[in-house]
Nanobody
Framework: VQLQASGGGLVQAGGSLRLSCAAS????????MGWFRRAPGKEREFVAA????????YYADSVKGRFTISRDNAKNTVWLQMNTLKPEDTAVYYC????????????????????WGQGTQVTVSS
């Protein structure tokens, strides 16, 4: 699976952005998809994930209620809608993919994901 993230940019605090991740391959619908981010000077962290069917979603506490992950398997695309953005959301955002695993808690871990996109920069000004 190859992943291409887009949609990053510069936005004022309180604003919104929608990130997109286009995936290649005919088996997109069988993958769990997610987003991680790395802020300047910090370690990469989990943001959100979505099951292959879209029926289950997972969020980091820091974005819960503000970000929404969704997917369209017919379009091989996953989105991250980011609302009420804060300066601390400034980071490079990475799209990720993995085959489903038994313990959903593991979707919050970097090592779970086998496929990574190139990243898209999100900058939130105060």
């Amino acid at each position: 699976v190859q992943l291409q993230a887009s949609g990053g940019g510069l936005v004022q605090a309180g604003g919104s952005l929608r990130l997109s991740c286009a995936a290649s391959g005919r088996t997109f619908s069988s993958y769990v998809m997610g987003w991680f981010r790395r802020a300047p000077g910090k370690e990469r962290e989990f943001v959100a994930a979505i099951s292959w069917s879209g029926g289950s979603t997972y969020y980091a506490d820091s974005v819960k209620g503000r970000f929404t992950i969704s997917r369209d398997n017919a379009k091989n695309t996953v989105w991250l809608q980011m609302n009420t953005l804060k300066p601390e959301d400034t980071a490079v955002y990475y799209c990720v993919a993995t085959r489903p695993i038994g313990n959903s808690y593991l979707y919050t871990r970097e090592s779970t994901y086998h496929y990574w996109g190139q990243g898209t920069q999100v900058t939130v000004s105060s």
